[in-house]
């Protein structure tokens, strides 16, 4: 059994420095949210259960804490985005195993020069750090604050989410790797999409395609995962097991709905979330992107209530430049899905709550006005 060492510090060359240090000395680590207050990282730290934290003035030993495990090297808070944040466990040989999947995924010409801007605290955020640690990839650390000139830099590579792609030109990449929530309609050719999630060890599927070495089925509508990526076991449950088409329990039952044909997935959305109005299901995630391609639509959502006639009625959230109506939002939603799919209440609001990532927090999504 071994510590658990909390790094309190930003991102940057001290943060590289410390997981590098972690590496070497197979020293078990969490990294906390910098965007918090002092106050909630020690609540945090407490919650990962670390028995020590490194921040700028040195290493302080922690009263309470719990041990790892000699086969841990991360224990890292899930994304939080359909309920409590809970912590996972991952082994070096996961981390590594991430780290060179994805590498070998995203590499042009010659290894990746990865500009770091997500926060170290998520997966994919950390993800990027470890493929230049634990991988043949380079951090080029500046421009947070302006992706757009990360090339300038020497960076080839850059991992965003969505409010970064709309906000920054990012042409000048080789590559742009978008998680987190939901990808716009239209996407330029250097943009690539991922799915995972903090129990994968980051992204597992790129543009669709599964990664090498990774396996991804859906034999009752649920995506199963089994990955050498695959985290150990949260901090205070097992992992959950789901029996797979070949008859073994190994298998991660990942609660997202979808289908899985040729070695390509089509990703639904959260099992939990979906919409079922007059016997037909609607996926949001699906529903969403037929919205926000109308012109007009900058953001939306959709949720549901409950309604004595139709079971659920689909409810849409929509952020405008005042030009969307009703109607124009119905008739798209009719036209690519079907009449099933048409909102029976539209909302107009200012903005929608979403992660740090970029995932709608949709649990809270039915308070909005």
Not at 92 to 120: D, G, I, T, Y
Not at 303 to 318: H, Q
Request: hydrophobic share 40%.
């Amino acid at each position: 059994m071994g510590s658990l060492l909390a790094l309190d510090l930003p991102l940057g060359s001290d943060l590289e420095r410390a997981l590098r240090d972690c590496v070497e000395t197979d020293q078990a680590f969490c990294v906390l949210d910098q965007r918090l207050t002092p106050l909630r990282r020690r609540e945090q730290a407490a919650q990962l259960g670390a028995t020590a934290v490194l921040d700028g003035d040195g290493r302080h030993e922690l009263r309470e804490g719990r041990s790892v495990d000699d086969e841990i090297g991360l224990v890292i808070l899930t994304s939080g985005s359909s309920g409590a944040p809970k912590a996972a466990e991952l082994t070096w040989s996961a981390l590594r195993a991430s780290a060179r999947l994805s590498e070998a995924a995203l590499f042009v010409n010659r290894p990746p020069a990865w500009l770091p801007c997500l926060p170290a605290s998520h997966i994919g955020g950390l993800a990027v750090l470890l493929r230049a640690i634990l991988d043949d990839a380079t951090l080029v650390w500046g421009a947070t604050d302006n992706l757009a000139a990360g090339p300038q830099l020497g960076a080839t590579h850059v991992a965003v989410v969505r409010p970064q792609l709309i906000r920054y030109d990012l042409s000048g990449y080789q590559v742009v790797l978008l998680g987190g929530g939901r990808a716009p309609t239209s996407l330029a050719p250097n943009v690539h999409t991922t799915w995972g999630m903090t129990e994968t060890g980051s992204g597992i599927v790129l543009d669709g395609r599964i990664l090498p070495s990774v396996e991804v089925v859906a034999p009752a509508g649920e995506l199963l995962v089994r990955s050498p990526t695959l985290f150990r076991s949260y901090r205070d449950s097992a992992r959950p097991r789901a029996l797979g088409p070949d008859g073994f329990d190994d298998w991660f039952p990942t609660g997202d709905a979808g289908e899985v044909s040729d070695s390509r997935v089509h990703v639904h959305g959260r099992l939990g979330f979906v919409i079922t109005t007059g016997g037909e299901k609607i996926w949001p995630e699906d529903l969403e992107s037929v919205l926000a391609s109308l012109e007009g639509v900058r953001d939306v959502a959709v949720t549901s209530l409950p309604d004595e006639m139709w079971g659920e009625r689909i409810v849409a959230l929509v952020v405008s430049d005042g030009s969307v109506t009703d109607d124009a939002l119905r008739s798209i939603a009719s036209e690519r899905i079907g009449p099933w799919a048409k909102p029976k209440e539209i909302r107009y609001v200012i903005a929608l709550p979403r992660t740090s990532n970029g995932k709608l927090r949709r649990s809270e999504l039915i308070h909005l006005h």
